[in-house]
Every structure is written in C-alpha cells, then in structure tokens.
C-alpha cells in the first residue's frame, strides 16, 4: 500500500462534518499575510462560534442588568439567565448540585480561590502539597505562595521522557503529612492525559482532597466530576469557546462550605454590620462583587454549542487529526516530537533539528499557520525536556486535516531556510 | 504587512550558522549576561577595551536566529572601534530595531539595516535587542541583564498561555 492510500485511510475514520462546523466560526475566515489563516494555537485559547458571538449580543441588547439586586424586569431577567448558566455548566460537568458550580474569571482564579479558601484555613507549618512537573504555572505559584506563607513543603512527581506521570513515585511521595494534591488533567505543553482518576482514588484512602487543573481537559473530552470523584475541578472558558474572562470552580459542596471566602464584598454575604458580617451560602460566597454576567450566560451558549455536536464525537475527530499530525511530522527528518505519551491530547509540541522555535513561529505565520512557541507557562516540563522551548501546535474540533498538511509543509519550508 | 521573510536574509542566515567572534575571551575588561525570559534565551558578551579601544569582544549562547545574526553581526561592527562610537551604534540600532528612527537616519548602521524589519514583529524586536543591550550592560558593569529590566525602553508584559 502506497504512503499516499494510509494517509486516505487514516483522513477518512470519522464521519465528522468538519465543514459545516467550520461555517459557524467566522473567524476561521480571515487571511493572514495573505494566506487562509490556519489556527493551530487552540491550547492557548480556542475561537467563537457566531452562536456564542449571537448569544452575547441578544444579552447585552435585551437582556442586561445587575444580577441578585434588583426587583425590576431586567434584574429579573439577568439573574435567571446567569442561574441559567450555572445550570448549564453543572450539567456540562455532571455536577451533583448548581451551588456546586461557582463562576471565577478563569482557571487561573479558581486556583487562587482554593489556595485561599481551602489552603490558607487547612493546610499548616510542615505539611506536605503534592503537585507535579507536568503543572502549568497557575497549579504552581499560587501553592508556593502558600508554601512560602504557612512553612508548608511542596512535593512534585516526576515524569518520564515520553511526558507520562510516575504512578509509583507518586504514590511513594504520600506521607501523614501530605495535606492536598493539585494534578493536571492535560498537560498543556505535552497534551499527556494523566490518569487522574486513580490518583484521587489512591488520595482518598488516605484522606487528601485533590484539585484537578481542568483548563486543557475540559475543551475536548466528556468530564463527570462525580465519576472522578475529584474535590475540585478548574477550567476557563476561553479555551471553551466562550468569553474570555468566565471559568469555573467546580467543588464538592461540604469543602466549599467548610471553606473561607476568598473575595470580601457585595453578594458574598448575607448581612453586614461593623461588629458582624454573615457570609452567604455557596456558592455566592465566592462570588464578591458584580460577576461578569454576560461572559457567564455566553460560556453557557458555548457549552450547549459543544454538547449539541457531542464531546465524544469532538474528542473522536481531534484524535484523528493528531495521529494523523503524529504520523505526518515523525515522518520528517530533523523534527523531534516531544511528549509520546500512551494517552494524549490533541497537543503537538516539536523542535527543529538546528532551529529555534521562535524563528520557527515568525516562519509559520508568514505562511498563515498560527502556533505557540515559547515555554508554554511550564517551564518545569522544559528543564525536565532540557530544552528552553518548544513550538507547539494544539488541534481543535474544527481543525482540518487539510491544515495538518499546511503545517507539515510550513515545517519544511522552515527547513529548507536553515540548510 | 512586513514581509517576514526579508527578515530571514542570506546575511541573517549566514551569521546564525556560522556566528563570528563565537566564544569567550580569558581576561575581559567587561563582561555581562543577557537575559530573554520570554524564551529563556541568554546570550554572554565578552569585551576587552583597552585605551578606549574594542580589540576583542567575543559572544556565547543559546538563542534564536534573529538573536545569533544580531550578536554575531555587532561583534564584527564595533569590533576595533572606541567604545564612544559603539556606544553611539547601540542607541542607533535600539532606535532603529524598536522603529524610532529608520534605518535611512542612522548613519552608522550600515549593513545592520536587514535587522530593520524586526520593528513590526513586537515579539522578535526583544530577540534583536539582546546582544546590544547586553553589549551595553557590559560596558556600564551591569553584570546581568534583561530585555525585561524595568529601565527597559522595550519593556512590555507579553502574556504566556
Ligand atoms: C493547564 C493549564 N492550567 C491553567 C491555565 C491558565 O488558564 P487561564 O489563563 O485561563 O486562567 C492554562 C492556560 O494556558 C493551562 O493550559
């Protein structure tokens, strides 16, 4: 069999219609020095259906006031659709109860909110966090902040080089004074898909609640956080095809009451005087202030948009595209692939035999090709990998393998450059 | 629209494969490490003046193309000059890379011109930048520096996702 029939093989596993959901992002439209831009960046932030696009601008033309305040039609109106929403993203993540789900500006905030309000309350001088080198920097610094703060010790798992977790030395760094595990689901530079089921399992017997950075996880696969049994699950939405300036805390109820607040101001409480203020119940105790509301009601559309085509069917349709980029960029000599982990995502970080990534970046996108390339906020995974950087193309339900092509032909014209 | 690819010249190439006065020098008179942490680039830049003279200056690192050829193509400029008329080219090619003046008002460019087009790509000038900034840390014995540093005329928060 001829290269050119596998490649026909492998392009035609799915009976995905790639390009009627291409039609419903506009933005996949434009040229980019004067070629169809090939988007290929989505691990950093994905692109915005018009559904979305339509969604925000129905809101905001007739739907928008302050939310929980007001007795008139359009508080009305807004606070229902933001509840709505929540609705919506619990469902998203079979959360048992709405109250379990609380908005944050992104992943990064729904961190910073466990750090403070689980962390700063529970965690002590000599106890022990696990976390692990896979983490992007938002599962670490918030941790060392607290480390720092409280005289706690971080521990990390190590991975080997094809990008996978140590299951073993994991479960050899618990001790009694291991209070809190933060894991990611995805690594965002590598695209491993850590098993993080097992790791809580092996956490609970042992009475250490987990935090799950969802951020890469959440745009591409079916997450049931009762089925993980994770204590917390983060995401953003702008990696979801909503707003940017949403995410979501997912927490098991009886940790989020049992937790502090984490913001002080209006909606987080109940009643306020100067000698005594009263919290409100979760999860509006961690929603200080005036959320972003149409951010909210917009990661809501985006979340229906992704369940009206099926997450089973996106995830299906991205690991075509990456054993099929896999297969095609192996092919070229003088290309490294890094991260060859048994259970990946559709994320391809790479290095250039004798070029820089970032001269590599500056080539691709003069040929239209949008990819990463820089440290990836994980420079634990790049000390571990020896390299200062890599490039990196992250692949989306409405990427093509047509545009796969494009960025093995971008590649070896960088090639063909440097020799 | 620039054209990226004038960028990537024969003399840019040329200077990333094979990079003049690549190493370092025993006993320099000033020395300094220059710092990228968008890329976690570093380049070293050694000098040796004497009587207000460059008679050797030599560079080491790892970086990209763009950071290379600069290097490479500055040691091989202000090599032999006073340290005044290098310190002139510097403010001329900071200037010129960060498109404040253009390369037609920088009398003493000269070939350091195919470095121009780095001006309208924001997240490749710092690249450019390096080994001068570098070049200028050494020579006022600032033993580390930073195309991050807060007196950085380039300084600007570039997000990382
Ligand atoms: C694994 C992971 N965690 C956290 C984040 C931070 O997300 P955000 O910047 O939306 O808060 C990212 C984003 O790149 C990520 O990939």
Same mark, same amino acid.
């Given at each position: 069999?001829?290269?050119?029939?596998?490649?026909?093989?492998?392009?035609?596993?799915?009976?995905?219609?790639?390009?009627?959901?291409?039609?419903?992002?506009?933005?996949?439209?434009?040229?980019?020095?004067?070629?169809?831009?090939?988007?290929?960046?989505?691990?950093?932030?994905?692109?915005?259906?018009?559904?979305?696009?339509?969604?925000?601008?129905?809101?905001?033309?007739?739907?928008?006031?302050?939310?929980?305040?007001?007795?008139?039609?359009?508080?009305?109106?807004?606070?229902?659709?933001?509840?709505?929403?929540?609705?919506?993203?619990?469902?998203?993540?079979?959360?048992?109860?709405?109250?379990?789900?609380?908005?944050?500006?992104?992943?990064?905030?729904?961190?910073?909110?466990?750090?403070?309000?689980?962390?700063?309350?529970?965690?002590?001088?000599?106890?022990?966090?696990?976390?692990?080198?896979?983490?992007?920097?938002?599962?670490?610094?918030?941790?060392?902040?607290?480390?720092?703060?409280?005289?706690?010790?971080?521990?990390?798992?190590?991975?080997?080089?094809?990008?996978?977790?140590?299951?073993?030395?994991?479960?050899?760094?618990?001790?009694?004074?291991?209070?809190?595990?933060?894991?990611?689901?995805?690594?965002?530079?590598?695209?491993?898909?850590?098993?993080?089921?097992?790791?809580?399992?092996?956490?609970? *017997?042992? =009475?250490?609640?987990?935090? !799950? @950075?969802?951020?890469? +996880?959440?745009?591409?696969?079916? #997450?049931?956080?009762?089925? &993980?049994?994770?204590?917390?699950?983060?995401?953003?939405?702008?990696?979801?095809?909503?707003?940017?300036?949403?995410?979501?805390?997912?927490?098991?109820?009886?940790?989020?009451?049992?937790?502090?607040?984490?913001?002080?101001?209006?909606?987080?409480?109940?009643?306020?005087?100067?000698?005594?203020?009263?919290?409100?119940?979760?999860?509006?105790?961690?929603?200080?202030?005036?959320?972003?509301?149409?951010? *909210?009601? =917009?990661?809501?559309?985006? !979340? @229906?948009?992704?369940? +009206?085509?099926?997450?089973?069917? #996106?995830?299906?349709?991205? &690991?075509?595209?990456?054993?099929?980029?896999?297969?095609?960029?192996?092919?070229?000599?003088?290309?490294?692939?890094?991260?060859?982990?048994?259970?990946?995502?559709?994320?391809?970080?790479?290095?250039?035999?004798?070029?820089?990534?970032?001269?590599?970046?500056?080539?691709?996108?003069?040929?239209?090709?949008?990819?990463?390339?820089?440290?990836?906020?994980?420079?634990?995974?790049?000390?571990?990998?020896?390299?200062?950087?890599?490039?990196?193309?992250?692949?989306?339900?409405?990427?093509?393998?047509?545009?796969?092509?494009?960025?093995?032909?971008?590649?070896?014209?960088?090639?063909?450059?440097?020799? | 629209?620039?054209?990226?690819?004038?960028?990537?010249?024969?003399?840019?190439?040329?200077?990333?494969?094979?990079?003049?006065?690549?190493?370092?020098?025993?006993?320099?008179?000033?020395?300094?490490?220059?710092?990228?942490?968008?890329?976690?680039?570093?380049?070293?830049?050694?000098?040796?003046?004497?009587?207000?003279?460059?008679?050797?200056?030599?560079?080491?690192?790892?970086?990209?193309?763009?950071?290379?050829?600069?290097?490479?193509?500055?040691?091989?400029?202000?090599?032999?000059?006073?340290?005044?008329?290098?310190?002139?080219?510097?403010?001329?090619?900071?200037?010129?890379?960060?498109?404040?003046?253009?390369?037609?008002?920088?009398?003493?460019?000269?070939?350091?011109?195919?470095?121009?087009?780095?001006?309208?790509?924001?997240?490749?000038?710092?690249?450019?930048?390096?080994?001068?900034?570098?070049?200028?840390?050494?020579?006022?014995?600032?033993?580390?520096?930073?195309?991050?540093?807060?007196?950085?005329?380039?300084?600007?928060?570039?997000?990382?996702?």
């Amino acid at each position: 069999m001829s290269a050119n029939q596998t490649t026909q093989k492998i392009r035609s596993t799915s009976a995905f219609d790639v390009e009627r959901i291409r039609a419903d992002f506009p933005i996949l439209k434009l040229k980019v020095n004067d070629k169809p831009l090939v988007y290929l960046d989505n691990a950093a932030s994905s692109q915005m259906p018009q559904q979305v696009i339509d969604r925000l601008v129905y809101y905001q033309t007739k739907q928008h006031a302050n939310i929980h305040r007001g007795v008139h039609y359009l508080s009305e109106v807004a606070t229902s659709e933001f509840e709505e929403a929540r609705r919506k993203l619990q469902r998203f993540i079979n959360a048992n109860e709405d109250r379990e789900v609380i908005f944050t500006s992104g992943t990064t905030e729904a961190i910073n909110l466990v750090m403070h309000g689980y962390g700063r309350k529970f965690i002590g001088a000599g106890d022990e966090i696990i976390l692990t080198t896979l983490e992007h920097h938002a599962n670490i610094v918030p941790w060392q902040m607290l480390a720092e703060e409280k005289g706690a010790k971080i521990r990390v798992v190590p991975i080997n080089d094809a990008g996978e977790l140590l299951i073993d030395e994991y479960e050899k760094l618990f001790n009694d004074r291991t209070k809190f595990v933060g894991v990611t689901h995805v690594s965002n530079a590598l695209g491993s898909i850590n098993p993080i089921k097992e790791m809580i399992a092996f956490a609970h *017997a042992r =009475g250490v609640p987990v935090l !799950v @950075d969802g951020a890469q +996880a959440a745009p591409h696969t079916k #997450i049931d956080v009762q089925d &993980l049994n994770c204590d917390f699950y983060a995401f953003s939405g702008h990696k979801l095809c909503g707003p940017t300036g949403i995410g979501i805390l997912y927490g098991r109820a009886e940790l989020l009451e049992s937790m502090q607040p984490f913001k002080g101001g209006g909606d987080m409480i109940l009643s306020v005087t100067f000698e005594k203020t009263t919290y409100n119940t979760i999860p509006h105790k961690f929603e200080a202030g005036t959320p972003p509301i149409s951010a *909210a009601i =917009g990661l809501g559309a985006a !979340v @229906d948009y992704l369940s +009206a085509i099926g997450m089973d069917a #996106i995830a299906a349709h991205e &690991l075509d595209l990456l054993k099929y980029a896999t297969g095609q960029i192996s092919s070229i000599a003088g290309v490294r692939v890094m991260g060859t982990a048994e259970h990946k995502a559709a994320v391809l970080s790479f290095a250039v035999d004798g070029v820089h990534p970032h001269d590599i970046g500056t080539l691709l996108n003069q040929e239209g090709i949008a990819v990463r390339t820089g440290h990836h906020c994980a420079q634990p995974v790049m000390q571990r990998l020896h390299v200062p950087a890599t490039s990196r193309a992250s692949f989306a339900f409405y990427n093509t393998m047509d545009e796969v092509d494009a960025l093995i032909a971008g590649i070896r014209t960088v090639q063909k450059i440097f020799t | 629209m620039a054209d990226y690819k004038s960028l990537y010249q024969e003399v840019i190439l040329d200077h990333n494969k094979k990079p003049r006065n690549y190493g370092t020098i025993e006993h320099p008179s000033h020395h300094a490490v220059g710092h990228n942490p968008l890329c976690g680039d570093h380049i070293t830049v050694d000098v040796v003046v004497d009587e207000g003279r460059i008679n050797n200056i030599a560079f080491q690192g790892e970086s990209c193309a763009i950071c290379k050829a600069s290097a490479s193509m500055m040691t091989t400029s202000v090599k032999g000059k006073t340290r005044e008329e290098a310190e002139t080219l510097i403010q001329e090619f900071l200037a010129m890379a960060t498109g404040k003046l253009s390369h037609e008002n920088c009398p003493h460019i000269g070939r350091l011109a195919v470095f121009a087009g780095v001006s309208d790509l924001p997240t490749r000038v710092k690249c450019a930048i390096l080994p001068w900034h570098t070049l200028n840390g050494a020579f006022n014995a600032v033993a580390s520096t930073s195309t991050e540093a807060e007196e950085d005329p380039m300084h600007a928060p570039i997000g990382d996702a």
